[in-house]
Structure formats: C-alpha cells, structure tokens
C-alpha cells in the first residue's frame, strides 16, 4: 500500500530553536494531518490541511501543504519543553481510499 | 471536554483467549477508526466505521479480528484466539461529520498476550 516517508527520524534541538521536519508520499494525497503524541497517550490532532498550497498555524505550529501535493511541512517555532514528542503525519490519498500514517519524527527539546 | 474512552487500559492475557476492547466516541461524532501501534509497524489503521456501518476493515486480520458498533455509543473491537503477535497498543479514535478524516484519539488499551 500507499508509505508515507517521515524525515528526520529525530532530532535534538536547544529550547528556544526553530523546528522544521516533513513527510513526502510518491503519489498524490488530497488531505493532510499533523499529529503529535506524547508517551502513554493517544496521538492529538494538531493541524488538518485540505488545499494545495494552504497554510495552516496552531500557536507555534505552522503546517503547509505542499504544492505538489506529495508532501507537507511542520514547523515549530521556538520550541519549549513540552514539544517534546513523536510528530506523526498522515493523508488521505487522491481516491480518498487509503488512509495512511507516516513513521513519525521524534523531537527531543534540550534544556 | 470531549472525549474518546477506551476500556481496559491495560490488558494481559494468554494465548488463545478471546480480548475484547471497548470505545467510546466521542459525543455527536459520526466516524469511529480502530488503530494499532507497535514499533515495529507503527500505526496501522485496522477498520474505519462511518454511520455505524462499516467502510473498511482491510487492514484488520479478518480470521481473529472482528470490529461493532452496536450502538453510536460503544465500538468493540474483538480478537478471538490471541495470539503474542497480537501484542501492541490498540486505539480507538472518532471524527465528526463533515471533516475528511480528523481524528480525535483515546488513550489506547496496552495488550500483551503471553
């Protein structure tokens, strides 16, 4: 089936940073979702993007969905703490048959 | 504040019994997915319920694996004999009307099958 690809894997950063990471599908996905979760919990919805191009902020969060429309963009700006977390995507493909999560970025916020 | 309510949290059971999760979602929502975590596979969606009426189960083991909703009120989703491969997190999530796949998640039940 349809894979969704998740990159970094990880990442350590400095309180205060900026975060970017991005997940990227070989076929085209008409609906996007950021998720985050935490140990112990179920994943949260963080931002849903339905239109190529759109631009999507949360708080701190800004999502994107890109123009090709094979991949989307998380950024966090100045990171705290409690961004600690997996950053999970997931879409829905362009039949809107295959739903999919990717592998998820794991962030780790260094004091 | 709304939420989605699994029951049990945690789960130990031995091989070739029959495990049997229950989901609450959300109020009003009109869309139930059944999910499973393990690291190795991820998150893996296993059916996906609109209506009350199931829309996908591709994903769900069909020999041991069987997922209700009796009512808008409580999914179930049944595995029957377990086996240790089984052993993973299950979740239960639930969306409202109208939204292309927004999710609102539960806690999980933590299984484990000896």
């Known amino acids: 089936g349809q894979q969704l690809n998740q990159s970094p894997q990880s990442m350590f950063i400095q309180e205060g940073e900026d975060v970017s990471m991005n997940c990227t599908s070989s076929?085209?996905?008409?609906?996007w979702l950021w998720y985050k979760q935490e140990p112990g919990e179920g994943p949260v919805l963080l931002i849903a993007?339905?239109?190529?191009?759109e631009l999507t902020s949360n708080g701190r969060l800004t999502a994107q969905f890109g123009i090709t429309r094979k991949d989307s963009f998380l950024n966090i700006s100045a990171s705290i703490p409690s961004d600690v977390g997996i950053y999970f995507c997931?879409?829905?493909?362009?039949?809107?048959?295959?739903?999919?999560f990717g592998p998820g970025t794991r962030l780790s916020v260094l004091p | 504040d709304a939420r989605v309510t699994q029951t049990p949290r945690h789960k130990v059971t031995e091989m070739g019994q029959e495990v049997t999760m229950r989901c609450q979602p959300i109020?009003?929502?009109?869309?139930v997915f059944w999910y499973r975590q393990t690291m190795m596979q991820g998150l893996e969606l296993l059916a996906y319920?609109?209506?009350?009426?199931?829309?996908?189960d591709s994903g769900m083991p069909k020999d041991r694996f069987s997922a209700e909703m009796p009512d808008a009120t409580l999914a179930t989703l049944k595995i029957q004999p377990s086996e240790p491969r089984d052993s993973a997190v299950y979740f239960c999530?639930?969306?409202?009307?109208?939204?292309?796949?927004?999710?609102?998640f539960g806690p999980g039940t933590r299984l484990t099958v000896t």
């Open positions: 999530a639930s969306g409202p009307a109208g939204t292309s796949y927004e999710q609102y």
């Open positions: 076929s085209i996905f008409n609906t």
């Open positions: 993007l339905y239109k190529a191009g």
């Open positions: 997931a879409g829905l493909d362009n039949y809107g048959q295959n739903f999919v």
């Open positions: 109020l009003g929502h009109n869309t």
């Open positions: 319920f609109r209506n009350r009426a199931p829309l996908d």
